[in-house]
């Protein structure tokens, strides 16, 4: 943990000490692709990298931000909460704040200092960790409870002055507020697997969200471990390329008549075939197959049959790659290097693709080995070097 760094950046900018931090955990996608916007099936981890934010209250109603990843801090009212292009990272902290007053929270202002150890640019959560954080440090200063219809009656402190976690349905809420913040203020695509990962994360558990009935399970991961290698490409293409294949697959499911690919079987999709044209078949097919893969691997991991998980993983790129085409040549090197060590049991592109990393299910016991050749392979075959991390998976923030 890195509490203690955030406190000092706090300190070494306003010169007193914060009344408190929060952390929230970032997440890996480790199965699911797309699933959110087909109304599909994820598995994912809340995993040991943390963004931190530290914050004391004010009285006159300004938002001072300060974080070591900018050179200048941000300064702000909460009555004019505006786009600064100048400062777009606080884009995620004004949206939150703006969405909770859409829903009738009241609070003033407050100085904050951010610290993240949540490598960013790699699907890892570092947006919605921060969203997050915004709505956890807001209900620490200003108690609320969150609602369907909007603010509920605030909880009541305890005697250290502590208030109680966040409820289920409020988590499930919350996870609601923080893709709108992206998606409206920030003008980013988003959905709701980061946030719900990083809120309802279970130590040693991989969670299945089901993107259709807004639930979370929980099931044990035992014996290996996730290591994530960024591949050092940033797409380019950005959220054009996403759009893109939404619509391939909002057009398929509108053709063949279904509200979305979760209501499609394959079997409906073959007969169905010349109905689409060959993109939106194909990225039919791969979601259509990704959302029996996430079915398949938990009934994997539930009879503790990890080998047989992983390749659902493997089959999982090999779809991303030749049939949804959201790889790039990095990623399927990395998967490529990954499957021939012996301690790899899979491994696939994480998160939106077209760059960023690759997650890996390792033994345990062999996991310092895999991440040693793997990079020096990766370096010999690239000339880029690659710094495997090793991710725990922790319990989720709120």
């Known amino acids: 943990m890195d509490t203690a760094a955030v406190k000092s950046v706090f300190r070494?900018?306003?010169?007193?000490?914060?009344?408190?931090v929060v952390h929230v955990p970032g997440s890996v996608e480790v199965l699911g692709s797309y699933a959110d916007s087909n109304e599909g099936l994820a598995l994912t981890a809340a995993v040991n990298r943390f963004l931190f934010l530290a914050f004391s209250p004010r009285t006159d109603g300004r938002i001072e931000l300060v974080s070591p990843a900018f050179p200048h801090a941000h300064k702000f009212w909460i009555s004019k909460l505006t786009h600064d292009p100048a400062a777009p990272w606080a884009d995620y902290v004004k949206g939150m704040l703006a969405q909770l007053r859409r829903r009738g929270v009241h609070f003033n202002g407050f100085n904050a200092a951010i610290h993240s150890t949540i490598p960013a640019g790699m699907g890892m959560g570092s947006s919605a960790a921060l969203t997050i954080a915004t709505a956890l440090a807001v209900r620490q200063l200003?108690?609320?409870?969150?609602?369907?219809?909007?603010?509920?009656?605030?909880?009541r402190r305890d005697r250290r002055g502590g208030l109680p976690p966040l409820p289920v349905h409020e988590k499930m809420i919350l996870a609601g507020l923080c893709r709108a913040a992206e998606i409206e203020f920030a003008g980013v695509?988003?959905?709701?697997?980061?946030?719900?990962?990083?809120?309802?994360?279970?130590a040693h558990h991989l969670m299945n969200i089901d993107c259709r009935f807004h639930s979370v399970d929980h099931t044990p991961l035992i014996g290996e471990t996730l290591v994530v290698c960024d591949s050092g490409v940033r797409p380019s293409t950005g959220a054009t390329a996403f759009a893109a294949l939404r619509e391939h697959c909002e057009l398929a499911a509108r053709t063949l008549r279904a509200g979305s690919l979760r209501s499609v079987d394959a079997a409906w999709l073959k007969a169905n075939r010349i109905s689409l044209n060959h993109r939106e078949y194909e990225c039919?097919?791969?979601?259509?197959?990704?959302?029996?893969?996430?079915?398949h691997a938990e009934r994997a991991l539930r009879e503790d049959d990890h080998r047989q998980f992983g390749q659902y993983l493997l089959q999982s790129h090999e779809s991303s790659r030749d049939l949804f085409r959201n790889s790039c040549p990095e990623l399927d090197l990395l998967v490529k290097l990954a499957r021939a060590h012996p301690a790899c049991l899979g491994a696939r592109l994480s998160g939106a693709g077209f760059g960023g990393a690759t997650v890996n299910l390792v033994a345990y016991h062999m996991a310092s080995d895999f991440m040693q050749t793997i990079a020096r392979q990766f370096e010999t075959r690239t000339g880029q070097k690659l710094s495997p991390m090793v991710c725990q998976i922790t319990d989720g923030a709120g």
């Open 12 to 20: 070494n900018y306003f010169e007193f000490t914060p009344v408190q």
């Open 142 to 155: 200003f108690p609320y409870s969150l609602t369907e219809l909007g603010a509920g009656v605030p909880p």
């Open 189 to 202: 695509t988003s959905s709701l697997v980061a946030p719900l990962s990083s809120l309802f994360g279970k």
């Open 284 to 295: 039919a097919y791969h979601v259509v197959g990704e959302i029996q893969r996430v079915v």
